[in-house]
């Protein structure tokens, strides 16, 4: 059985625990957000209120290497390097923040990623010619070099569901790249870096 802790009758508002360790916040008997051991979640159609505030992170790490021979300005979807977001609100933005390294087979030959939001590209570059536009990405001095990357994206889904974020990968053609570390592993000053992907729901 609920024990009322505090309650606010001029406003409705009531502060409630029961023995599942959890306490909720009603108003006028209907649940606006519930505390437990996992954290704070609001009610069904409820949502924290003031622009700015961090609402929910998401992280995902790749720790593997992935290679790719797919030619620019064609990419091809990094496995593992993505992760998914639920926004509370249409109006939330998300904080999309993307770090790791790339590697390549045959010294400065290109390599370029892309970020995107299900099948969408975001965070590109403008045309210029034949160039391909690109969220992050350079050529590689040599197989046994790496080419640390950061992406950062304040994006706006303008959604509710679940929403994905992906990196995408692509080289200069006669050449491999590879996600994760320099190419070649051979050698103690050949590295190997996980990629980190991490999102944070934003409130509008």
């Known amino acids: 059985m609920a024990t009322i802790i505090n309650a606010d009758t001029s406003a409705g508002l009531k502060l409630t625990s029961d023995t599942s360790g959890e306490i909720k916040l009603q108003s006028a008997g209907a649940d606006i957000a519930t505390v437990s051991s996992t954290g704070l979640a609001m009610a069904s159609g409820k ?5 700015g ?3 929910q992170v998401v992280q995902n790490q790749k720790t ?3 290679t790719s021979t797919t030619v620019l300005t064609s990419t091809v979807e990094v496995t593992g390097a993505n992760a998914t977001i639920t926004p509370s609100s249409s109006s939330s933005k998300v904080l999309v923040m993307i770090s790791g390294a790339f590697g390549v087979s045959t010294a400065n030959y290109g390599v370029a990623l892309q970020l995107k939001r299900g099948t969408t590209l975001i965070s590109m570059g403008d045309l210029r010619g034949s160039e391909t536009r ?7 001095k040599g197989a046994g070099w790496a080419e640390n990357f950061a992406i950062t994206f304040l994006d706006s889904p303008s959604t509710t569901s679940a929403t994905t974020y992906k990196l995408f990968l692509g080289v200069e053609s006669g050449a491999t790249a590879s996600i994760g570390g320099s190419y070649a592993s051979a050698d103690t000053y050949n590295m190997s870096i996980p990629t980190n992907i991490v999102l944070m729901e934003v409130a509008g």
């Open 134 to 140: 690109a969220a992050a990405g350079s050529p590689v």
């Open 47 to 51: 949502t924290l209120t003031g622009g």
């Open 64 to 66: 593997d290497t992935f």
């Open 53 to 55: 505030k961090i609402l």
